[in-house]
């Protein structure tokens, strides 16, 4: 009989929460071959942190992870700062860097500030691949299945490209920035940001106010592991976020 690692157990849990948004605690016990008190004890430790909640039967995502709005519907949100945040991020890009430009809004405004010489851009988002080839700009897009709420690729093909690649710099979107990690709703897009950022010389995270506080159902990295591009926030946790990462105030 094999032994399933506490920590182990959880992701199991939240990945299959994530794909079902509900989950049977028989179904868990089955799964992770372990006692219906041991799937007890994960369950709360899961609520207690806010990742889950539990109902009777078993547990499922709490409200405010279940759904994660489409890339359309975020486009129209905050513009003029997710404006400023990528005019902010586009002057830390040097001549001749490869940049990983992760998909999302913020990420795809930076491409109208990119003006340095012998730029290599590597994305997993069709639409920016799309408008970087317009602005020739050398540009390497990463395959996989492409998830058409966030114009994201991702999957077993999307991570192994980006686990082959090096690059100076990575400019990443995020759903949660909180005092300790960086978070975001899908477990697989967690993985390739995750990735990316093992990868990078140098990591920025670019958000907009309302996602400093915020977390979401998977954690991505610790804060300290990337710097974070925003706007200035009176909020404690922000002033929390400053002691532990750098932070880039726009």
Known sequence: MFYILKSERKQVILQRIQEQQFVRLEELVEILGTSESTVRRDLDDLESS???????????????????????????????????????????????????LDAGTTTGLLI?????????????????????????????????????????SIGAVALEQIRRLNFDKAFLGMNGIDKNYLTTPDVEEATIKRTVLENAKESYVLADASKVGQFSFVKVAEIEQATIICQTSESSVFDLIKEKTRVIEV
């Open 50 to 100: 806010g990742k889950l909640r539990r109902v009777h039967g078993g547990a499922e995502a709490p409200a405010n992870l279940q759904l994660e709005e489409s890339i359309l519907e975020k486009s129209v949100k905050n513009v003029q700062e997710k404006r400023a945040i990528a005019e902010k991020a586009a002057g830390l890009i040097s001549d001749g860097d490869v940049i990983f």
């Open 112 to 152: 109208d500030y990119l003006t340095q010489a012998d730029l290599t851009v590597v994305t997993n988002s069709i639409h920016h691949a799309v408008r970087l080839v317009e602005h020739r700009i050398k540009t390497i897009i990463v395959g996989g299945f492409v998830k058409e709420s966030t114009d994201a």
